[in-house]
């Protein structure tokens, strides 16, 4: 087996460390890669074809919901203003990309192994596939998402798609990273050494690696990404560059490291995993929800210790709003929301934006929000149109608007003549109103023009009525 980065043969063997594969590091350049011979590859595809996948459901259209965000996102500048591309995409699994580019006015096109993925994409998004991409046309965007890390000899994979692409043509990349953070960016828990090397990913990027494939082919990337989803390019055709070669017992040793760390994790030992391995994001995580859940100021003092390398992760900022929110520290949490927004769009963050955005009492707002929501995941419809219908109900109508403000003319009418007097006796801003009769307010006895604008419970009790001041006359 040749090294796909530098070409050579000699290999580092860790037969012990992955229960269900054998790892290998070059010792060259030091590429980490699961054990692929050369005649193991059409039982791979076979198993691609086969067993890969079962038929789709529900949460396959809510995980391609959350990946259309980060396509949106990414190729906004690219795709902006431009119709008629031709596209295709390597590894199209139901279609779904495809579909999107197609209602853009894009001419698509896609390959995929596994059949039901196939079945699909031609009978529920009206995108049929082949198995390999026709070679007698040329591609203005060639997508190859998360699909990379299947691939053996990726390299050459990469080097055929180049020939069909067009000289002012991009290849779109995106694939998980690994030996950096320890997270999982599809959000799935890291249970395991072998759950996070899983054996299907058969090559295991660094980010330096997979930028050597880019180096050694002469493409150059224009824009990249790590927050979306792994790590995600946008490459042109450039200058071949030599490879940046990594000492390859360093590799052992991260490795070494990041197996030891998980195995104290999987037992709850979440101190000893982030002390062995401090770019551990769940691990961080975990003992300031879990183990520090009763003590606050060292909650408060483990998030501000956080190593700066992983503060902006998106696990750790996810998880201090979700902390923050339930701290009732909503200003807080709504500030830190829009800015994991600007860096990685999703529903999850947009729901506690939202539910920020109820308990400030700002309805509309919250209303919009939750509406997106809805449309985008289906699972969560009800709820969401119930907390869409709630903040409906919280807003006063026209007619109760229109009585406020009669209120509040009558009420500053009155103290302009002196009609009423107010004074605030301490800092508890405790209201005293005297000389005015409550025969002398047309609209009853008790003025209520001091309000927080919030009212009342609500779905579930999850929104605790607050404190409404009001201004009561000296005969009440």
Same mark, same amino acid.
């Given at each position: 087996?040749?090294?796909?980065?530098?070409?050579?043969?000699?290999?580092?063997? %860790? +037969? *012990? /460390?992955?229960?269900?594969?054998?790892? &290998?590091? $070059?010792?060259?350049? @030091?590429?980490?890669?699961?054990?692929?011979?050369?005649?193991?590859?059409?039982?791979?595809?076979?198993?691609?074809?086969?067993?890969?996948?079962?038929?789709?459901?529900?949460?396959?259209?809510?995980?391609?919901?959350?990946?259309?965000?980060?396509?949106?996102?990414? %190729? +906004? *500048? /690219?795709?902006?203003?431009?119709?008629? &591309?031709? $596209?295709?995409?390597? @590894?199209?699994?139901?279609?779904?990309?495809?579909?999107?580019?197609?209602?853009?006015?894009?001419?698509?096109?896609?390959?995929?192994?596994?059949?039901?993925?196939?079945?699909?994409?031609?009978?529920?998004?009206?995108?049929?596939?082949?198995?390999?991409?026709?070679?007698?046309?040329?591609?203005?965007?060639?997508?190859?998402?998360?699909?990379?890390?299947?691939?053996?000899?990726?390299?050459?994979?990469?080097?055929?798609?180049?020939?069909?692409?067009?000289?002012?043509?991009?290849?779109?990349?995106?694939?998980?990273?690994?030996?950096?953070?320890?997270?999982?960016?599809?959000?799935?828990?890291?249970?395991?050494?072998?759950?996070?090397?899983?054996?299907?990913?058969?090559?295991?990027?660094?980010?330096?690696?997979?930028?050597?494939?880019?180096?050694?082919?002469?493409?150059?990337?224009?824009?990249?990404?790590?927050?979306?989803?792994?790590?995600?390019?946008?490459?042109?055709?450039?200058?071949?560059?030599?490879?940046?070669?990594?000492?390859?017992?360093?590799?052992?040793?991260?490795?070494?490291?990041?197996?030891?760390?998980?195995?104290?994790?999987?037992?709850?030992?979440?101190?000893?995993?982030?002390?062995?391995?401090?770019?551990?994001?769940?691990?961080?995580?975990?003992?300031?929800?879990?183990?520090?859940?009763?003590?606050?100021?060292?909650?408060?003092?483990?998030?501000?210790?956080?190593?700066?390398?992983?503060?902006?992760?998106?696990?750790?900022?996810?998880?201090?709003?979700?902390?923050?929110?339930?701290?009732?520290?909503?200003?807080?949490?709504?500030?830190?929301?829009?800015?994991?927004?600007?860096?990685?769009?999703?529903?999850?963050?947009?729901?506690?934006?939202?539910?920020?955005?109820?308990?400030?009492?700002?309805?509309?707002?919250?209303?919009?929000?939750?509406?997106?929501?809805?449309?985008?995941?289906?699972?969560?419809?009800?709820?969401?149109?119930?907390?869409?219908?709630?903040?409906?109900?919280?807003?006063?109508?026209?007619?109760?608007?229109?009585?406020?403000?009669?209120?509040?003319?009558?009420?500053?009418?009155?103290?302009?003549?002196?009609?009423?007097?107010?004074?605030?006796?301490?800092?508890?801003?405790?209201?005293?109103?005297?000389?005015?009769?409550?025969?002398?307010?047309?609209?009853?006895?008790?003025?209520?023009?001091?309000?927080?604008?919030?009212?009342?419970?609500?779905?579930?009790?999850?929104?605790?009525?607050?404190?409404?001041?009001?201004?009561?006359?000296?005969?009440?």
């Amino acid at each position: 087996m040749n090294c796909y980065i530098c070409g050579e043969k000699s290999w580092i063997e %860790l +037969k *012990d /460390f992955h229960k269900e594969s054998v790892l &290998l590091i $070059c010792k060259p350049c @030091g590429n980490l890669c699961h054990r692929v011979e050369e005649q193991d590859e059409k039982v791979l595809l076979d198993f691609y074809r086969k067993e890969y996948r079962k038929a789709p459901n529900h949460i396959n259209l809510i995980t391609t919901g959350n990946k259309m965000l980060y396509h949106e996102a990414f %190729l +906004k *500048d /690219f795709l902006e203003g431009k119709k008629g &591309l031709s $596209c295709a995409d390597i @590894g199209a699994a139901t279609g779904y990309f495809l579909a999107w580019l197609k209602k853009l006015g894009h001419r698509v096109t896609g390959t995929e192994y596994t059949t039901t993925f196939r079945r699909v994409s031609e009978h529920f998004y009206g995108i049929p596939l082949t198995e390999e991409l026709q070679s007698d046309r040329s591609y203005d965007l060639i997508s190859i998402y998360h699909t990379l890390e299947h691939l053996s000899k990726p390299d050459e994979k990469i080097k055929r798609y180049l020939e069909v692409l067009k000289d002012d043509g991009r290849i779109y990349i995106a694939c998980p990273y690994w030996l950096e953070e320890i997270w999982e960016p599809s959000g799935t828990p890291i249970s395991t050494f072998e759950n996070w090397f899983h054996k299907n990913h058969i090559n295991l990027f660094s980010r330096n690696q997979l930028k050597n494939i880019f180096r050694k082919l002469g493409l150059y990337w224009e824009k990249e990404n790590y927050t979306y989803y792994g790590q995600t390019y946008l490459l042109r055709r450039g200058e071949k560059k030599t490879i940046e070669q990594e000492d390859w017992q360093r590799v052992l040793d991260i490795l070494t490291k990041v197996k030891t760390a998980i195995e104290f994790y999987s037992k709850g030992k979440f101190k000893q995993a982030t002390e062995i391995y401090p770019d551990f994001p769940d691990a961080h995580t975990r003992l300031i929800l879990g183990t520090y859940s009763k003590e606050p100021e060292r909650q408060i003092d483990a998030w501000e210790s956080l190593p700066e390398k992983i503060k902006q992760n998106f696990h750790i900022r996810s998880s201090k709003m979700g902390w923050l929110i339930q701290r009732q520290e909503f200003e807080k949490a709504l500030v830190l929301g829009e800015e994991i927004l600007k860096d990685k769009p999703n529903c999850d963050t947009l729901n506690n934006i939202a539910l920020c955005l109820t308990r400030l009492g700002r309805y509309k707002e919250a209303m919009s929000i939750f509406s997106v929501i809805a449309s985008r995941n289906p699972t969560v419809w009800t709820s969401s149109t119930d907390l869409t219908l709630w903040c409906a109900a919280q807003m006063p109508s026209w007619d109760e608007r229109a009585m406020d403000q009669a209120k509040d003319m009558l009420f500053k009418e009155a103290l302009n003549t002196g009609k009423i007097k107010v004074e605030l006796k301490d800092e508890t801003s405790e209201v005293n109103s005297e000389g005015l009769s409550s025969k002398e307010i047309p609209m009853g006895g008790v003025v209520s023009g001091i309000s927080d604008g919030t009212h009342g419970n609500g779905p579930d009790g999850i929104y605790p009525k607050q404190g409404i001041e009001t201004v009561r006359d000296s005969a009440s």
